[in-house]
């Protein structure tokens, strides 16, 4: 048995060593430490395919960069429809500001700002939105599925990929999955422009063989869940096909007890097949704006 | 200033007076009381159109029944593939059975069971969806959007609409939203027809119109979330076309500090617009499968 | 396996008849029918000793009553100096109301309120208590440790066993523990007598003989414990000395992951000797105050 | 309106400058910033006594150094009786172990290993606890208070104050208050001897006027809550003898739902006179073996 070290602050502590000591805690200490040693192995096992899901505002929170770097590891992409949303508006030129949580709503609705915990953006980027797909409506409608769209987007939006994830998705080519895209702002456009009589063809089932191929066809997996959601499940469902994930990172604070599929420990994969049983794997229970730049940062030496 | 009373539990003791009694005390017991009251209301004020969003595992927690009788004050019901396709296993004659969490998830996976929490389903399940999509795919095959899919799996079912969530939305016509519907068990007997070279084509983006006028058309709103993932953020959306919500009840043990939308408070969508600034509104910190019945139960009387 | 079987809400339903179809359905449904269950047998099992402890704002919160009522299946009570504060203020004539938790707390400052999430006290309530304990020290003051303390305060508070928790354990001669009576209201009052020069003796491990010696001779045990803290720990210590406790339940929202006691599941006491391996307990995740009315009255048929 | 900027991980990044990042952005990662501020602030405030509550299996999980660490601007220390017994334990040549928390609790029970979540210590640690207040006893006994106690514990115990709490608070002449300190390993090694016929008399009130003292006199307070539990509350309510603390930093992942302390926002002790209207202060939801380190890194530079 190793004992627990008591982590000692130094002046001038790097995050890799800040995390390294973690590791010979207890508690969530340790999580971030497995969940950084994990991430070390899966990003440098050459024969893994590193399935990336995103769920929870994101962008909106500050941690649009991180997930940009990220992609460079990662071969599949899978996010809600708000997150791309949210990029898509700051390509645009538009911002999310610093709010305040405990605040009086009905005054931030007067002023014209959407609360999002302690972040607000202005009601009026969904102009610039509208702008953008009126402009280039001739070119999208011609996608005919998701990714395909999305992809489409990220070409169009005038923004570099070191700044803008639609962008670095296509630039990449890095396959970008949202099932539910039309619950998000890049939704609404599409539903504008159906309701103005133009015509687009955008198949909801389309993606599910390119995601699926992926798992079916990789020598080995490697999952990494920021929030749970459909971003967590598509990437599950898929690798149901696959002979089960050998690493996985989940970063969540929802209860298990409730039976939801984001609340749901990853060991729990083990029973469907989604999970190896001798994978390795750790389940974080900590709000990912925190969590994830402190892993991230900590293989950054 | 009303004073506090103190629960005094009687023999016998009908659920009615229970949650009545739980409107005299605070913390949780007063949410329960309140989102009783509060769709107690929604459901008798006749120019109010109810908006259901469930998301969770609720077919496998054993809240198929309630959710089927709440479909009678329903207007909008929209929930996640995974509910769905629970419930069409459900039709199919399969069962979900009572389990344990704290399990040896490789020994499950041996004996073909897949865990939910405490719920096992028999992963062979997939062979009757398999068998009723094959069988069903010449009538499938038509609908171009996902509402007229689940429509008509709900035709084809066999099943009673007193048993069955389909079936009970396509009998009593309730329109019924899951934009990620590529994101479940119904999703993946899609892929499997499209893999062997059958054609279908469903459109992603159709549905927004139909439930986007609902919002738009009607005098006053009232939502219903049990969880919240896409269900949620789905109607929150539509929300935005309307004079927001009137009333609302929210169900959830997501926290709100990492800011994703299923842990945010129904007062922050005042400031987007969704909810009115004196909307009658509850959000209650509680397990759905505990909180609903207690809540549904107490206005049966 | 036993098919989870769907809950049917009927007209007019008795709270044991929700309670009974919650045993046949998952998730936190199923929790509570197992507590339902596992109170039922601890409280009928006639060589099982019941240590009931109690944290958490039970009495501002409208427990009160349920409390006394339990009390009459208790053998030891272990609970916090807090709410025998609250108890003995509505004792003295005071009460708490229902308030708001989304409110300025500076206002209610101005008027005198202290808030307790969604409850508000009047600050002046600290003035009766001065009084009582100013009009009846000398017979306070000749009390040597913390439950002959509790007893006497019982004794000579203006309120009937009925409706006073303090009461009722001098009256049924329910021992009381609470170790950090210092850390409250009631302490505040000792305080500000040794403040005047008066003097007392309380012993500050004196009780600590008798709780270990109930678990050290009884043949079974059972516990409860509603929140954490000192009286779930205060227990947990006393049944090293027991063969560990035959039955189990825990109403708690606290998270396991930090390492607090208050979040440790009741398992872990199997490690330390607290638990038998083959008790029957189970962790309830919810609101105390909707969890245990909803527990209690189950079991009032 | 101040932008969200994204965090952008550089190679070899400093704690410091990561968490000075995290200012820029939302969520909790906003909260990790503002908490270092704020800490900065009391810290190097000359006119504020600091007062520090750290509840939870701090000492297991490896933050006794950081806790020695931070002693240096600590001018009342309050902890649980467990924190102070692992202490001790570890003074006394023992250790805590690397554990798992999803473990056969039975199995470990019959290798004398008690489990503290994904932590371990072995049984046979009470041996050198008896051992040392067999020998000390005498020195022991004369103390009259609690805080006398847990000094002169300190005095005696065979570590250096670079390595150990109450030899730290021993030599420092930082008063530590323990209002519970019956509810701990130390408080059965007190037990141990009454039951043996030995004496001491440790009185429960006592030390209330020391830290009374210190809120009353003191122009400014700042607080830091390492967890709820006694910790905090014992500092809260003596705070309420003060003008209210200037400055606020809680670390917990409680629910403030249901009420109790633990849980309950910084901001409610406006309402009590806690806290003052215009403190600044933060609560941070997070596993505080996560947030401590990494805000207390972040000031070291």
């Known amino acids: 048995m190793k004992p627990v070290k008591h ?25 971030i430490s497995d969940a950084s040693r994990v991430m070390g192995k899966m990003f440098s096992d050459k ?39 949210h990029d898509l508006i700051e390509a645009l030129g538009e911002n999310h500001y610093q709010g305040e949580s405990n605040v009086d709503d009905s005054e931030l609705n007067k002023k014209g700002l959407d609360r999002i915990y302690n972040v607000y953006m202005k009601n009026e980027v969904y102009e610039k939105l509208e702008d953008f797909f009126e402009k280039n409506w001739d070119k999208l409608k011609e996608c005919k599925n998701i990714k395909q769209l999305l992809w489409k987007i990220g070409e169009l939006c005038p923004e570099t ?14 396959p970008i999955f949202c099932p539910a895209l039309a619950d998000s702002g890049i939704g609404l456009m599409i539903w504008g422009r159906l309701a103005q009589g133009k015509k687009i063809s955008i198949d909801a089932f ?36 696959s002979k089960g994930a050998n690493y996985g990172i989940q970063i969540s604070t929802d209860r298990q007890e ?14 469907w097949g989604k999970m190896k049983k001798d994978a390795e794997f750790v389940d974080v229970f900590c709000d990912a704006t925190i969590a994830l730049p402190l892993i991230y940062a900590s293989l950054k030496k």
Do not use: H
């Open 7 to 31: 982590i000692k602050i130094k002046k001038d502590m790097k995050v890799s060593e800040l995390v390294e000591n973690m590791g010979e805690m207890a508690f969530g200490a340790r999580q």
């Open 47 to 85: 024969e893994c395919k590193v399935f990336l899901g995103v769920a929870g505002a994101m962008v909106p929170g500050g941690m649009k960069q991180i997930i940009i770097d990220m992609l460079d590891e990662t071969d599949v992409f899978v996010t809600t429809g708000a997150n791309l949303t």
């Open 161 to 174: 990929k070191e700044n803008c994830i639609l962008k670095k998705c296509f630039e990449n080519k890095i």
């Open 206 to 241: 389309d993606d599910m063989k390119e995601i699926i191929d992926f798992a079916w066809t990789s020598k080995k997996n490697g999952v990494i869940y920021i929030g749970g959601g459909v971003p967590k499940n598509f990437i599950q469902q898929a690798l149901q096909f």
């Open 258 to 271: 409730p039976g939801g599929s984001s609340g749901a420990q990853l060991k729990e994969g083990i029973s």
